[in-house]
């Protein structure tokens, strides 16, 4: 029997509206995560945190409550390289669902087409996270493998801290994608020299970029106003490779936990523009994730 670990996060805050802003038919959230029940799915022993249950229901009802007709699971740290609760959700087929997982380094291939089969289409390295997991140098291996498949390299890193990752992630031979603005904090501002190399990146074919989870580098709760510049120059710089998500159900807001219709609606004055905000919502992501 799984003894059960008690929350030390807070969970969710239910919709109580929807948002203001209406998305498009397609519209996708390109990074979310679900979470238990831990009776079934329970965490790695040195789980960084213990989040409170965050279902497949619970994420698609959000999804719904958005207006978004697709979304992308993202595999957590805390469940390490066992995908079981993220393959459980995409197979349940209660929405539209894509998957990005967490592997080991010598996964066979089998392991991968199983993947595949339930909606996966890329891996996440966490080279930020104090979760030990793939290294750069792994995913390089992995890099033909995974291309052979279609797939792409995700990866969450603390760009200010890595400077040399610029070079080393330009190096690689397949689609990447950067998520959480690479950790540049918003009162550097666009000019800063990690915000940079990340616009450098992104203006790469193979780069994407998610613009998502504000309250990992700004404190300007609800609105983040500092995070609008970034979000900006972002799209500006690769109009054909930025993507969206909520980071529901925001295990790393912590104090700051948002309200997911105040996310949608941020996302109108991060792309004010509505065609570009297709591109974004709609067609980045489908490209990206075989949708």
Known sequence: MTTLRTPN???????TRKPQTRFPA???????????????FPYVANA????????????????KNNGCDRGVLVQPSVYGTDNSCMVDALRAGLHALRGVAVV???????????????????????????TEGLTLADGERL?????????????????????EAEAQL??????????????????DGVASPAFKALLRLVSR??????????????????????????????????????????????????????EDPVL???????????TLRRKVLVENPARLYGF
Not at 9 to 15: K, M, S, Y
Not at 48 to 53: F, M, V
Not at 149 to 155: E, K, M
Not at 264 to 274: F, I, K, Q, S, Y
Request: charged residues 15%.
């Open 9 to 15: 996060i807070p969970g969710f805050i239910p919709a």
């Open 26 to 40: 397609g519209a996708t959230d390109c990074h979310a995560h679900v979470f238990g029940p831990q009776q079934r």
């Open 48 to 63: 960084g945190y213990i989040a409170p249950d965050a279902l497949t229901t619970d994420y698609v009802a959000m999804l």
């Open 104 to 130: 080991d380094a010598d996964i066979s291939d089998q392991e991968l087409e199983d993947l595949h089969a339930a909606g996966v289409r890329g891996v996440r390295i966490n080279l930020a996270s104090a």
């Open 143 to 163: 890099a033909p493998r995974l291309k052979a498949l279609g797939w792409h390299l995700q990866f969450y890193l603390d760009l200010p801290k890595m400077p």
């Open 170 to 187: 330009a190096s690689l031979p397949i689609t990447i994608v950067i998520d959480h603005f690479a950790r540049c904090p918003a009162q």
């Open 205 to 258: 074919d193979n780069c994407y970029a998610k613009a998502m989870g504000p309250y990992f580098i700004s404190k300007n709760a609800p609105l983040y106003p500092d995070v609008t510049p970034l979000a900006q120059a972002l799209v500006a710089a690769a109009p054909d490779r930025v993507v969206w998500g909520t980071d529901w159900p925001h295990p790393g807001a912590r104090a700051l936990m948002p």
């Open 264 to 274: 949608a609606e941020m996302l109108a004055t991060w792309v004010p523009d509505e």
